[in-house]
């Protein structure tokens, strides 16, 4: 669905960027911080108990999913 909605420009520069480190378009980087914001909070939900910094750099590699232990054990396996 389509809606056109009026955002302060500072506010919609910050957005932009932040969307771009994170690699997505801004329509999805505003979906998914108001999907976070409007989920109901439960107790039982996962918080993370770390922040991944990275520091320069591309960050880590396409294809490489932090979430996924198996995954990135057999690439380091593998020398990648």
Do not use: W
Not at 20 to 40: M, N
Not at 58 to 78: E, F, I, Y
């Amino acid at each position: 669905m389509q809606t056109t909605i009026q955002l302060d420009e500072t506010l919609i520069d910050q957005a932009t960027k932040l969307a771009e480190a994170r690699g997505c378009d801004l329509s999805h980087f505003i979906e998914e911080t108001l999907r976070d914001k409007i989920a109901p909070k439960s107790s039982s939900a996962r918080q993370p108990f770390f922040r991944l910094t990275t520091v320069g750099g591309q960050g880590v590699r396409p294809g490489v999913d932090l979430n996924n232990s198996t995954a990135l054990l057999a690439l380091m396996d593998q020398g990648a």
